[in-house]
């Protein structure tokens, strides 16, 4: 795919109801769908992640539509309160957040996909029952990946402990190989090469987006643009004001106009390519470019301002 498709743009951030509205996002939901809306709770100390009062209003649309609205998550890879269950729907409660389905290790689905990196990839299970995927992605910076966007959201957040640490680790080049225990233990590794990671990442969005049917939508959140991600315990200041939030059924679009309304805002990183200078080891185009060439969508986009 290489055409441009429709990202709609409000810069009002408590206008997520409406924006859902103009990118007509209700069409992809029929009375009765279970509809899944994925996002991030935020690390315990975090306060930079999505807050409830923000996405209430698209919870309350999908309700008005007749489908059935929950919040969800998978668990973390790394120690904390968010890699089982029990603590993550504890966190997801702190931080404001209820209708809360989150699966246990073990509600896990296999998905074949057949790309570079997978053969097969694993999920937890409840996104892959919903009838509907919509992606609330808070859109930050991410040491690893550059930035954080929908993408990131999907292919890392739908993953389950075993695909985390599949999508994390280098196994074939890495020195320590002989006698590693860590993927039977689910043990926490982070070998793998930016690039790598990206790709995989690519590769688990891919299975989560293609399991739906393509009934996906995507709405990002310009806001608080912290320069790492929000499984940190704390947030450093942003590195732009608020942007908005954008809404598009294309993961790849909604992106790449994401990192270019930050590069086009004055900030306290006086860069056109901030996410670079944050992190100058790190290309982040890379998950754009090849979540492009598997089909995932397109880097070239119209953006409508609402
Ligand atoms: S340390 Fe990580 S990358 Fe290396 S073999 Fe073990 S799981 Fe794979």
């Given amino acids: 795919m290489n055409q441009k498709t429709k990202v709609y743009f409000t810069k009002d951030i408590t206008k997520a109801a409406d924006l859902f509205d103009a990118a007509e996002i209700g069409k992809i939901i029929s009375p009765n769908d279970s509809v899944a809306l994925k996002i991030h709770f935020g690390e315990p100390g975090n306060t930079a992640y999505i807050k409830p009062d923000k996405v209430k209003n698209i919870y309350n649309k999908v309700l008005e539509l007749g489908g059935k609205p929950f919040f969800t998550d998978c668990n973390t890879l790394y120690q904390g309160p968010r890699n089982n269950t029990k603590e993550h729907l504890g966190v997801a409660k702190d931080h404001g957040y209820s209708d809360v389905i989150i699966p246990e290790e073990d509600d896990s689905v296999s998905v074949n996909v057949n790309l570079k990196h997978f053969k097969d990839v694993y999920l937890g299970g409840v996104v ?69 990671v990206q790709e995989k990442i690519v590769e688990y969005a891919f299975s989560g987006i293609k399991s739906k049917a393509n009934k996906v939508a995507y709405i990002n959140f310009i806001t608080d643009v912290s320069p790492n991600c929000d499984c940190y315990d704390h947030n450093d200041e942003p590195i732009v004001p608020d942007i908005g939030i954008l809404a598009s059924f294309d993961p790849v679009a909604i992106d790449q106009a994401c990192v270019d309304l930050v590069n086009q805002t004055e900030g306290r990183i006086k860069s056109r390519n901030k996410f670079r200078a944050l992190w100058p080891n790190t290309d982040w185009s890379i998950q754009l470019r090849y979540a492009e060439e598997i089909g995932l969508g397109s880097r070239k986009y119209e953006l409508t301002p609402t």
């Fill in 128 to 196: 892959p029952r919903a009838d509907v995927l919509i992606a609330l992605t808070h859109f930050k910076g991410h040491e690893l990946t550059g930035f954080g966007g929908a993408l990131k959201n999907l292919g890392m957040g739908l993953g389950n402990r075993k695909g985390k640490l599949e999508m994390h680790s280098d196994c074939d080049n890495c020195k320590a190989r002989e006698g590693c225990k860590k993927k039977e233990k689910l043990a926490s590794c982070w070998v793998g090469s930016s690039k790598l």
